[in-house]
């Protein structure tokens, strides 16, 4: 249980507010950079603030504040140019870093004119990394963007989806730290839906958690398995500030403002060795839907889709005077301390927790992952259709979330010449 203001102080994303200092020291993913094929603006929303995303013709992307700061216009409306994004309503043109270079009829009048210098638009850092394009809303200098492991890896297949979840961040990056729902939510819950009413799933015996460099991770032993199990030895990681790693996939709770979640997930699939080398030319992205249009209830089919159900079941910004934690949520409770206490470092001036600042270390951040030879060394199409392992089962069904286009399912198949379940 928490008190009212502890609870707020979590979930409180606003640009005054520790939580929204906190995580304005974090880049955050905010779209993929392939959608910029196909537009060149794209209105964004992040921790409470409405920007625009844009890319300019000389490929420069920038973030800036949605309205004009000449009579408020809208500038995800706007067109760009060589340089920057131009409002559409009188023609002002901006930059990557908010300065106005061009102010079309006071320039003409009056070339001299001063306006044009007092003028600037709120702007933020955008940087690409994986496909994804990276938002930095902090105080300089900027951290490094964090170069995970698996965005270093080659020979992969990978796609990234997008879902507006409507309930507050913490609660779903308290779930990344959460290794007993898997049994219930994801296992015996499918069992269910399934029509069945069991068995049920192996039961969980043992948690543990600790923390590393880069966030904590959870471990576990179940009736199937013991402590030399690798979901013992190694674990799985929720990384910091607000992720969740699992070997091959990442998912980002990002703060769209204090009720809304943009869940960004990164999918990496390893082709068959068979198909190697394989380098993808523009990674794919999707908006994958939280409810069924027919029926107006969550979506249950998808591992993801059922954690949102989770999520958003909790309530628009959960109640945590209400809830009542058990042995199972010592992660939990541990992550809310941590963020307690970087609310506090970042107060004294310190660096927060997982702060990336050494370029040399950021050529590739090495994370605990389960399985990794297969990433590293690959796996023959034999070994993926007839295993059943985790990682051959990544390969055969795209379990994650639902609504994956028909053409991003025919890139995965071109690529890896495994045909995959929805
Ligand atoms: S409102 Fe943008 S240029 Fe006038
Ligand atoms: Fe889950």
Redesign the pocket.
Known sequence: MLEQDRNERLMQVGPETPMGKLMRRYWHPIAAASEFEDIETKPVRLMGEDLVLYKDRSDTYGLVDRH?P????DLSYGFVEDCGLR?N????LFDEKGDCIHQPYEDTIDPESKLRGQVKVKAYKVQELAGLLFAYMGPEPAPLVPNWEPFTWKNGFVRIVFTEVPCNWFQCQENSIDPVHFEWMHDNWSIRLGGKTGPYTPKHLKVDFKEFEYGYSYHRVKEDTDENNPLWTVGRNCLWPNMLFTGEHFEYRVPIDDETTLSVGWFFNRVPKEKEPFEQKSIPSWVSPVKDEETGRWITSHVMNQDFVAWVGQGEQADRTQEHLGRSDKGVAMIRKQFFDDMEAIERGEDPMATIRDEKLNECIELPIIGKEVFVNGMTTEEIVNGDGQLSNVMKRFAFQVGQPDHIKQAFEDATGIKQED
């Open positions: 004009c000449h009579r408020r216009a409002c309503y009188h023609g002002w």
